[in-house]
């Protein structure tokens, strides 16, 4: 699975993004998706996911509720709309994805196969 992500950029805090990230190759339908962020000199720190079976959600509780992942299976694509941005929120964010994802590890990025190259995220105040 390739995967390509694409929507990031610069906003204001408050300000709302929508990031995608479209998968080429094998089934997209069998994989449990998620996001990942990664901030300067920070490690990689697990956002959202979504199971590919139950379509259950998971998140980062720190993030308050303000972001959202759904996934479009007949587009091949997986979302992370982000709402009341903050500059905290200033990270490259990473779709990935894991043919075998078990609850206990969603937040390790060991636990996923395939990565997207990234899409940098900056907020100002």
């Known amino acids: 699975v390739q995967l390509q992500a694409s929507g990031g950029g610069s906003a204001q805090a408050g300000d709302s993004l929508g990031l995608s990230c479209t998968a080429s190759g094998r089934t997209f339908a069998g994989y449990s998706l998620a996001w990942f962020r990664q901030a300067p000199g920070k490690e990689r720190e697990f956002v959202a996911a979504?199971?590919?079976?139950?379509?259950?959600?998971y998140y980062e509780t720190s993030l308050g509720g303000r972001f959202t992942i759904s996934r479009d299976n007949n587009k091949n694509t997986v979302y992370l709309q982000m709402n009341n941005l903050k500059p905290e929120d200033t990270a490259v964010y990473y779709c990935s994805a894991s043919g075998s994802l078990i609850l206990s590890t969603i937040r390790s990025p060991r636990a996923y196969d395939y990565w997207g190259q990234g899409t940098q995220v900056t907020v100002s105040s």
């Open positions: 979504m199971f590919r079976n139950t379509g259950r959600t």
